[in-house]
């Protein structure tokens, strides 16, 4: 008789423990933010030169897009909120290697605007992502605004913008941007 219970035991163990998971991955697939995948790359796409260039970098000689000023950005910095710098340390900061990585896909992202092959947004988010990488909040800024414009029902760059928003110290920014990326999609609700 021992046998046999504690055999129902471990099945019951079992089952509940598959349960408990299966909930926690719904759980997690219902709350956690939805995420742009940059397109994969195509080998045609390898030797594109970057097209939105208007300066470079003293370090690597890459060609940067510079942003437009901040006027005519979705989301204005709050008043009170101050920004000492738009630069801070991205993954890629002082590695060679990844740095030029970067810049390769900001040029095949690049190219891949307006063509129709996937949704600017997802584009000028996985642009932003890759300014993320980089350091270079300005950019990052700018195509997130970017990514508003190209699909104002999406809360993803609003919430992508609250992130850098903390990150450059800018709390009351970083809240409008939080709650605006919540009244579009509430699911951002417990992400921060």
């Known amino acids: 008789m021992t ?3 504690t055999g129902m035991n471990k099945t019951w163990l ?8 299966a909930c926690l ?8 933010p939805q995420s742009v995948v940059a397109p994969e790359e195509s080998s045609s796409a390898l030797d594109i030169p970057i097209v939105a260039t208007s300066t470079t970098t003293a370090a690597s000689a890459t060609p940067v897009a510079v942003a437009p000023s901040s006027s005519g950005h979705p989301l204005k910095i709050v008043k009170g909120d101050v920004i000492s710098s738009w630069d801070f340390t991205g993954v890629y900061t002082d590695n060679a290697e990844l740095t030029a990585k970067a810049y390769a896909e900001i040029s095949r992202l690049t190219n891949l605007l307006g063509v129709g092959t996937y949704p600017d947004v997802n584009l000028y988010v996985s642009l932003a992502n890759q300014y993320q990488l980089l350091g270079n909040g300005k950019q990052e800024y700018y195509y997130l605004g970017l ?3 190209a699909d104002p029902a999406s809360g993803l760059p609003w919430h992508n913008l609250g992130v850098l928003m903390d990150r450059l110290g800018a709390k009351k920014t970083a809240q409008v941007a939080y709650d605006k ?3 579009l999609q509430p699911q951002y609700k417990d992400i921060q």
């Open 181 to 183: 990326a919540v009244s």
């Open 147 to 149: 990514a508003i414009a």
């Open 14 to 21: 079992f089952i509940i423990g598959g349960v408990g998971i």
């Open 25 to 32: 991955v719904t759980v997690a697939w219902l709350f956690y």
């Open 3 to 5: 046998e046999i219970s």
